[in-house]
């Protein structure tokens, strides 16, 4: 959580897990995206980047690097979930002791 008047800061991993998430006050805001294993990925391998300041904090999926020649596409998606009754992880073990039996179960579902 973001404490009032912190510095700006910015973070990116190389995430093939396919999901970030940020809980807040019992709640968890879960982002899927697809990870493609052995691509490229901007800012130094980032398939995952989170912005905070004093305002807010932005979580952020990236898709590989790619070239596009004129006319073509490419898409990036994301799966969004917010879940309920989730306290804040402290410990890796209570992420999978509580965030993801949540999360698997909302992925179920969806």
């Known amino acids: 959580q973001q404490q009032a008047g912190g510095t700006p800061q910015k973070i990116g991993v190389g995430s093939a897990e396919g999901w970030a998430a940020y809980a807040n006050h019992g709640h968890l805001f879960v982002k899927t995206h697809r990870y493609v294993p052995g691509a ?3 800012d130094k391998g980032s398939s995952v980047e989170v912005f905070t300041n004093s305002d807010m904090l932005e979580l952020e ?3 590989p690097v790619t070239t596009l020649v004129p006319g073509a596409t490419v898409e990036h998606v994301e799966q969004w979930y917010l879940l309920r009754d989730v306290p804040a992880p402290q410990t890796e073990d ?5 965030v993801l039996p ?3 179960a909302a992925l179920g579902a969806g």
């Open 61 to 63: 999926t990236l898709g």
């Open 40 to 42: 490229e990925y901007s």
């Open 102 to 104: 949540k999360l698997q």
């Open 94 to 98: 209570d992420v999978r002791q509580i």
